[in-house]
Structure formats: C-alpha cells, structure tokens
C-alpha cells in the first residue's frame, strides 16, 4: 500500500517535473565572448544592457550587444523569459536610444550559427544561443 | 527671422566641435585591438504625410483640393564610440510642416559627446555636452520620428507644433543618473542649457509684429523616471524652467521677457498586447517687463490625454485617444479671452478636445504605414502659420492624416 502510494507519488512527481525540465531545455542561454570577464550578471543589468542603455560590462570594458530578429522565434523568448519585456517594448527603447542620441542600435544577425560566430570573434560581445548552438569558443552567463 | 539669425553661428560652433571630435575618434588608437570606426553606426528615417481636413489648415492647404502633403520629416544620425565611456552622437533634421519649402533647410537637432562617469551593475552617471534632446514627458526626445510615435500627430495638447522650437534641444549640459532598484529602476535626468525660441514661438506670443529680436536665456529641466518590473510600469514626473528676452527695436515699446515653467506628469501601463497612457502638464507661461501692458500676461494653462492601444496580428496596432487642452485654467471656454480681444479673436482658440482613431501597421521592419482620424473641438493648437486669421477658423473639425515611414 505504502509502496503503491510512493511509486504513485514519485509518477506524479516525475510528471509535475516534466513540464519543468522540458522548459529549462528551451531555456535561451545568455551567451559571452570567452574573453569577458563577468561570469554573472544581474537580470537587471541584463535587461539594460539588451536595451541599449548600460554600454559597459561591469569591469569596465565596452559590450556588443548582439541580437537576432524582432519575430525570430528564439528572439522572442529570449526576451520573454530572460529579460520580462517584450520585443515591441525593446524595439523602441532601441529606436528612442538612437534617435535622440543616448545611444546606439544592438547588432543584427540573422541566424544562431551567426550569433555563435559573432560572440566567438567579437571582443565583448553579449548574445544569447539555444544550448544545441554552443560550442567551447563562447561561455554561458548566469543571470542572477 | 530669429531661429536663422542667432542659430548658425552656434550651430557652426556646435558642428566644427563635434567634426573635430569625430576626427579625433576615428583616428586609429594606439594600443587598441579596433579603430573607434568599427562601432561607427548611420541611421536615418523619412516620413511623407498626406494631411486632409474639412476645415482649418493643418501643415499646409490641407482643406482644399486632395489635401496637403507638405508634412515631411527627413533625418540622418551618425554616432561613434571613440572609448568604452564615450559616445559621440549628432543627428541632422529636415523637416516640413507647411510653411515654406526652405523651412525644409537641415538644421542639427541634436550633437553631443555623452561621458560615463559610473557604470556597475546597480547604477549609471553621466553628462551630455553638447546640444541634446530635451527629455519632456514620453515622447519629446524623439518626437520627429515616426517610428517611436503611437499616431501620425502626437497628443498635440502636450507635444505642440506651434511653438516645437522651444521643446526640442537645448545647448548645454544634461546629466543622467540610473538606479537599479530590486523592483524597478529609477533614472534623473537635468540640464542645463540654451533652448531654440524660434518664429513659431515669436508668432504664438504674437511679437511677431514688433522689430526686435526674441533671444533664449538659459534655461533647466528634469525629470525623475521610475520603470517598475521591466517597464510594465513607467511613471515620470519632469519640468522646465525656460525663458528668452525680447530686445525690442520698435519705437516706444520697451524690452519684455518670456518665461515658460510646465510641470508634467506621465504615466503608463504596459501589457503584451496593449499600452494604457496617459500624461498631464500644468503649462505656466507669460511676458513680462513690457511698458506696455497689454502685451504683458501670466496664465497657467492644463493639457492632458488618454491613450489605449492595442497590437494585433504581430504587426498591427490600433489606438484610441483623448486630448483635451486649456489655454487658461481660469478661462477654460475661452469666453473671457474673446471678450476682451473684443470679439476678434473668437472663445474657441483657446481649447481643443481632440478625439483620435488611429491605425499602424509595419509590414516590414523598415516599414512603417499610419493612418487615423481626428475629431476636434476647438482650435487651441492649431497652427498659426497655416491659419493667419483665427476669424476664418472653424470650432469643430474633422482631420485625417496618412503617412508612409522609412528607417534604416
């Protein structure tokens, strides 16, 4: 009885779970250049950096803020999920930055294999890749 | 004749500066991986309206014949980041709203070198020199720009075209401060600076009769902005000290002062598929020091709207609004101010209450197509040059606006 109660619990808990781990497999991963020196960031600093208006990493050094298009699906929920803002919203934000000089546009890539490349060569570059387009040129950062 | 006689000289100063400083920048740096071009970045936008009305002219004949498409914005910016705390930037304007043709002349709308003092992960400090965008209310900085306006016209009881010249930029020293606190961000902004006061100002104090040079003095504003859970929230609160002096050069009428002190205060509400927004400015202005008495005034006048809109289909949105000026709280039917101009300048002039229907739709990203409707009541913002006697104007009206829109 007892163990037809536990084995039903851990069913139940197994499926509670599945939705979970289905989500943080599709989580969009916030992706860096190796060379940068900040293995976390705040989502905060996150956001304001996607937004065009922190231009720096926090040891100082110039961030390239690299993105895909507005209605690219992974851009979505990246932005979604990662930053709470919608790509609407962060379009304009682009749009007031660099139309009243306060600031400049993020750079456009058009595809994931792209945006590995770019934050693999670029010195400071900031993107986000899906898990299956990593490779050991670029690190994950963690945000906080 | 102001705009073009005190403007060039300072506009020459402000871009010999600022080319000298792009130089600078795009000399190759010792020591550095990059050369400063490669953060080089040219945008640029242009808007081509088509403006219908039934009665009263907005920007041109726009109620006779087809209409009128003498509504143009054309503009062109280049910014560079010479050091990873500097950003140089400058934008050139061209823009036609009625008027003449050679109001269409580029003028700089804004040059400046932003320098970050402070940048960690919990805030940011910084000055812009320069001549930089006044930060008023949601939509002032980019205010020429289609692609960052909800309709075609912005609320023009808070955004007024009539005297533009004195809301767009100032030449000084803005600087900015952003929090990051656990649930939003706070950011400051205040300057310091020269506004523009051009023939639309001169025109609206109705100076423009008198010889005599309106020159701005220098001037402040601030603003203290908090974005709650990512922007879902924004609240601002801003205001503005600003003045000019008229060195009159008409026999027996003495020198006067302007001065314009608006408080506004903005709010919106922003969920994935639509935008609740609403601002409200308590507009104190006057003239001043004049010997003669019927050109010296002081009234505090109340502009405010609401505005819903509403996305569809990812690359559509639609809008509703209502914008309600008052020239002169203690006179907001306007009945005082046609009795004593004895009956020539009619009640209506001083309110509008406009309703809008509008309609974005962005089929590419580069593109931008905008349709809407305004029904309004009152003549309270519209534009002098394109109805010179206010006799001839209609109380209630009806204006539709159509505009194609290009970035890059």
């Not at chain 1, 916030?30 to 600093?45: F, H, I, K, M, Q």
């Not at chain 2, 601002?236 to 009428?253: E, K, N, Y």
Request: overall charge negative; cysteine-free.
């Amino acid at each position: 009885m007892i163990r037809r109660l536990a084995s039903a619990l851990g069913l139940l808990l197994l499926l509670g779970a599945m939705p979970w781990a289905a989500a943080d497999e599709a989580r969009v991963l916030l992706v860096a250049n190796a060379g940068v020196d900040s293995p976390r960031l705040t989502r905060d600093t996150t956001r304001a950096l996607f937004a065009m208006r922190q231009r720096t990493w926090p040891d100082g050094r110039a961030a390239r803020i690299f993105v895909l298009p507005n209605r690219h699906p992974v851009h979505a929920r990246f932005v979604k999920q990662r930053l709470s803002v919608y790509p609407h919203q962060l379009q304009l934000a682009w749009d007031r930055v660099v139309f009243s000089g306060t600031g400049q546009a993020p750079h456009r890539v058009a595809t994931q294999a792209e945006m590995l490349e770019q934050i693999a060569t670029t010195p400071g570059a900031l993107g986000y890749l899906e898990r299956e387009y990593l490779d050991d040129r670029v690190q994950v950062i963690t945000i906080q | 004749m102001i705009a073009s006689k005190s403007s060039p000289s300072s506009e020459a100063r402000l871009a010999g500066m600022l080319g000298a400083a792009l130089l600078a920048a795009a000399a190759p740096v010792h020591g550095h991986d990059e050369g400063a071009l490669d953060t080089l970045q040219l945008h640029g936008f242009l808007s081509q309206a088509l403006v219908v009305s039934d009665d009263n002219n907005v920007f041109g004949p726009s109620s006779e014949g087809a209409g009128s498409l003498q509504f143009t914005e054309l503009g062109a910016n280049a910014s560079l980041r010479p050091h990873e705390d500097v950003l140089i930037a400058a934008q050139v304007l061209s823009r036609r709203a009625g008027g003449d043709a050679s109001d269409a002349s580029p003028e700089l709308d804004y040059g400046l070198i932003d320098y970050q003092l402070l940048s960690d992960q919990r805030r940011n400090l910084g000055v812009q020199v320069g001549r930089f965008k006044n930060p008023f209310g949601f939509y002032n900085q980019t205010r020429d720009v289609a692609f960052t306006r909800p309709s075609v016209l912005l609320p023009q009881s808070i955004y007024f075209d009539r005297t533009r010249s004195l809301a767009l930029s100032a030449d000084g020293v803005l600087s900015y401060y952003e929090e990051r606190l656990p649930q939003g961000t706070l950011r400051f902004q205040a300057g310091v600076g020269r506004v523009q006061a051009g023939d639309d100002l001169r025109r609206t104090l109705r100076l423009d009769d008198f010889s005599g040079d309106l020159d701005p003095e220098t001037s402040a504003i601030g603003q203290i902005r908090y974005e709650h859970d990512g922007g879902r929230i924004v609240a601002a609160i801003g205001t503005a000290d600003v003045g000019a002096h008229f060195d009159s050069r008409q026999p027996g009428l003495s020198d006067g002062d302007f001065y314009f002190r608006p408080w506004i205060l903005s709010l919106q509400y922003n969920a994935e598929r639509w935008s609740l927004t609403g601002e409200y400015a308590l507009r104190e202005s006057g003239l001043e020091n004049f010997n003669d008495p019927r050109l010296n005034f002081d009234t505090t006048g109340e502009s405010w709207y609401l505005q819903y809109t509403r996305r569809f289909l990812d690359d559509w949105q639609w809008l509703i609004r209502y914008d309600s000026l008052v020239n002169d709280r203690d006179d907001p039917d306007g009945s005082a101010f046609e009795e004593k101009t004895g009956g020539a300048i009619p009640a209506h002039s001083q309110y509008a209450r406009d309703i809008t229907l509008g309609l974005q739709w962005t089929p590419l990203p580069r593109l931008l197509l905008s349709g809407e409707y305004h029904h309004v009541d009152g003549t309270g913002w519209l534009p002098l040059r394109d109805n010179p006697d206010p006799d001839e104007t209609a109380e209630r009206w009806n204006l539709w606006l159509f505009q194609l829109s290009l970035r890059f």
